[in-house]
C-alpha cells in the first residue's frame, strides 16, 4: 500500500469506529449527541488517531487494540477546538470551512459539547482498560493522554495563549504555548501507539522525542499558514493571529527563519523515525507531508 | 466519635488533601491553578468526597486508599459549578455567597479552570491506578466515575436542564434532568467507596441504591430551598429557578408534595443503610442532615 492510500485506510478506519461510537443516543441527550457529531465530523484530518495507528504499526499486529484510545485522541483534540472557538477565546466564527459550533448550537450546548467530548473519550478508554487481562499499558497510555491534555499540558498552554494576546511575548514562552497547546497531545498520539504496541521502553521515548519535533513543526507551519495561507484550503480567515495581536513564530522570527525551522524540526523527527527502516515509511511520508501542507 | 466531629474529620481530610494537590505551580500556569484552587476552596460543603470516605469506611480499613478518588469527586463537581454558573448557562454571578468564577477570572479562564479540574480529576486517579497492583478495582471506579459525569450522566442531564429552561416539561423529563445532573455523581461517589473498599457486589449495588434516593431528595431539597430558603444562609439568590422559569418539583407539584417526596427518598435511603449496623450511623445522620439542611 503507498502512503496515500495507507492514509485513507487509517481515516476511514478512524471514521467507522468513530461514527459508531456516536450512534449513542437515548431519547434525552439528542442535541448534544448531534453537536458532539457535528464537530467531529467537519472535515478534521485526523492527524492525531492517524499517528497513533501508525506508531502501534510499528511494533504491534492487532490495530484494533488501538482503536479506542486513536478515537479519544480525536473526541479530546475536538473537544479542544470547541472550546477554543468560543467567543470568551479565540471568537472563531468559522473551522474547516463550517461554521463553529456555537455558533450553531450555541454557546451553552458548545460548552457542554466539548464537555462531553472529552468525557467520552476518558469513557471509551476505560471501558476498553477494564476489559484487559493486562491493563498495565492501557492504563499507562489513558494517564499519558489525561497528563497531555491536562494543567500541565494542553490547557495550561491554551490558558498561557489566552493570556497573552496583545502582549509581546518572547520565544520561551511562545515556545511554552506551542509545546503545551499542539506538541503535546501529538507527542501522547505516538507515544500511545508504541505503548499499546507493547514497544520496548527505548522505542517509546524515541517516539516522544518525534513527536515533540513534529508537534512543534506542525504548529510552526500553521502559524506560516495564518500568513501565508490560501483561505479557501484552509476554510479559515486567514491573519487571524495578526487581527488577535498573537505572538507566533512569523511575528517574532520572520518567515524564511520559520520555515528553516520547520525544516530542521521535521528533519529531526525523521532521524529518529528512519531507524524502524521500511516500517516507517508512511510516517516519514506524513512527516514531510505535514511539513509542506496547504492547510 | 459523634457525627459532627466524623463530618469535620473527613471534611479535613479531604481539604488536606486537595491542597496538596494544588500546590502545583510551573511558573506559567499560575493564573489556571489560581481560578481552580478559587472555585475549589469557595466553601463547598465537601459532599460526595465525604460520602465516598463513609462509604468506604463501611467496607474498608485503609481510608488513604479511597483519597484521590474522594479529591477528584469534589474537583469534578467543582468543574460541573463553573461551566453551569456561565453566562451561557446559569449565568449566576454569586455561589456560596462569593462571586462566581468568570466573574473573577473573565469566561475565558473560567471555561479552561472547569476543563482544568476535570482533567485533572482523571489525572489523580489515573496516577493512582497505575500504581496498584491489583488495578481491577481502581479502573472500575474511574469507570464509574466517568460514566457518571458523561455523556449518558452529568452532561446529559445538564444539556436537557440547559434545553428545558422556559419550557413545561413532565416529571420524566424532570426526574431525567435530577438523575443525571446530580444524583448521578452522588450515586458514583458511594460506589466509589463500596469498590474500593472492596465491598461484596451486593453492597455495591445497595450504595447505588441508596444513592439514586439520596441524590434525587438531595436535589429536591435544593428546589425547595430556591424557593423557601434564606439568601444568607444560601449564599446565592432565592427564586433563581423560578426567574429563569425553570421547571422544579416545587413547581410541578407544589412544595407540600415535594417535602413529602423528600421524606420518603429519604427513608428508602436509610432502610437501605440500616442493614450495616453501627457502622453505618454516619450516613443514616448524614442522610437526615441532607433532608433537612438550610444551606
Same mark, same amino acid.
Given at each position: 500500500?503507498? &502512503?496515500?492510500?495507507? /492514509?485513507?485506510?487509517? =481515516?476511514?478506519?478512524?471514521? @467507522?469506529?468513530?461514527?459508531?461510537?456516536?450512534?449513542?443516543?437515548?431519547?434525552?441527550?439528542?442535541?448534544?449527541?448531534?453537536?458532539?457529531?457535528?464537530?467531529?465530523?467537519?472535515?478534521?484530518?485526523?492527524?492525531?488517531?492517524?499517528?497513533?495507528?501508525?506508531?502501534?504499526?510499528?511494533?504491534?499486529?492487532?490495530?484494533?487494540? #488501538?482503536?479506542?484510545?486513536?478515537?479519544?485522541?480525536?473526541?479530546?483534540?475536538?473537544?479542544?477546538?470547541?472550546?477554543?472557538?468560543?467567543?470568551?477565546?479565540?471568537?472563531?466564527?468559522?473551522?474547516?470551512?463550517?461554521?463553529?459550533?456555537?455558533?450553531?448550537?450555541?454557546?451553552?450546548?458548545?460548552?457542554?459539547?466539548?464537555?462531553?467530548?472529552?468525557?467520552? !473519550?476518558?469513557?471509551?478508554?476505560?471501558? +476498553?482498560?477494564?476489559?484487559?487481562?493486562?491493563?498495565?499499558?492501557?492504563?499507562?497510555?489513558?494517564?499519558?493522554?489525561?497528563?497531555?491534555?491536562?494543567?500541565?499540558?494542553?490547557?495550561?498552554?491554551?490558558?498561557?495563549?489566552?493570556?497573552?494576546?496583545?502582549? #509581546? =511575548?518572547?520565544?520561551? =514562552?511562545?515556545?511554552?504555548?506551542?509545546?503545551?497547546? %499542539?506538541?503535546? /497531545?501529538? #507527542? !501522547?498520539?505516538?507515544? @500511545?501507539? !508504541?505503548?499499546?504496541?507493547?514497544?520496548?521502553?527505548?522505542?517509546?521515548?524515541?517516539?516522544?522525542?518525534?513527536?515533540?519535533?513534529?508537534?512543534?513543526? &506542525?504548529?510552526?507551519? +500553521?502559524?506560516?499558514?495564518? #500568513?501565508?495561507?490560501?483561505?479557501?484550503?484552509?476554510?479559515?480567515?486567514?491573519?487571524?493571529?495578526?487581527?488577535?495581536?498573537?505572538?507566533?513564530?512569523?511575528?517574532? &522570527?520572520?518567515?524564511? @527563519?520559520?520555515?528553516?525551522?520547520?525544516?530542521?524540526? %521535521?528533519?529531526?523527527?525523521?532521524? /529518529? /523515525?528512519?531507524?524502524?527502516?521500511?516500517?516507517? +515509511? &508512511?510516517?516519514?511520508?506524513?512527516?514531510?507531508?505535514? @511539513?509542506?501542507?496547504?492547510?
Amino acid at each position: 500500500m503507498n &502512503f496515500k492510500e495507507q /492514509l485513507k485506510d487509517y =481515516i476511514e478506519l478512524v471514521n @467507522t469506529r468513530l461514527s459508531s461510537y456516536l450512534d449513542y443516543e437515548n431519547g434525552y441527550n439528542s442535541t448534544l449527541i448531534e453537536s458532539m457529531k457535528y464537530s467531529l465530523f467537519a472535515g478534521g484530518k485526523r492527524l492525531r488517531p492517524v499517528l497513533a495507528l501508525a506508531s502501534y504499526d510499528l511494533f504491534g499486529d492487532h490495530i484494533c487494540e #488501538v482503536m479506542p484510545y486513536a478515537c479519544a485522541l480525536e473526541m479530546i483534540h475536538t473537544y479542544s477546538l470547541i472550546h477554543d472557538d468560543l467567543p470568551a477565546m479565540d471568537d472563531d466564527d468559522y473551522r474547516r470551512g463550517k461554521l463553529t459550533n456555537h455558533k450553531i448550537y450555541g454557546e451553552g450546548i458548545a460548552i457542554l459539547a466539548g464537555d462531553g467530548l472529552l468525557s467520552y !473519550a476518558f469513557e471509551i478508554m476505560l471501558d +476498553d482498560a477494564s476489559k484487559q487481562k493486562d491493563p498495565g499499558p492501557y492504563i499507562r497510555s489513558i494517564k499519558e493522554i489525561a497528563n497531555a491534555v491536562g494543567i500541565s499540558g494542553m490547557i495550561a498552554g491554551q490558558t498561557v495563549d489566552l493570556e497573552s494576546e496583545g502582549k #509581546v =511575548i518572547d520565544k520561551k =514562552i511562545l515556545e511554552y504555548i506551542h509545546l503545551n497547546k %499542539t506538541a503535546a /497531545l501529538i #507527542v !501522547a498520539s505516538l507515544k @500511545t501507539g !508504541a505503548i499499546i504496541g507493547r514497544a520496548p521502553e527505548r522505542d517509546v521515548k524515541c517516539m516522544e522525542q518525534a513527536g515533540l519535533n513534529l508537534g512543534l513543526a &506542525f504548529q510552526i507551519r +500553521d502559524d506560516i499558514l495564518d #500568513v501565508t495561507g490560501d483561505k479557501g484550503k484552509l476554510g479559515k480567515s486567514i491573519g487571524s493571529d495578526i487581527d488577535r495581536h498573537k505572538s507566533t513564530y512569523p511575528a517574532l &522570527f520572520g518567515l524564511e @527563519t520559520s520555515v528553516a525551522y520547520v525544516k530542521e524540526l %521535521t528533519e529531526n523527527a525523521n532521524s /529518529l /523515525l528512519v531507524r524502524y527502516k521500511d516500517r516507517s +515509511d &508512511f510516517l516519514l511520508e506524513l512527516s514531510n507531508y505535514l @511539513t509542506k501542507r496547504e492547510s
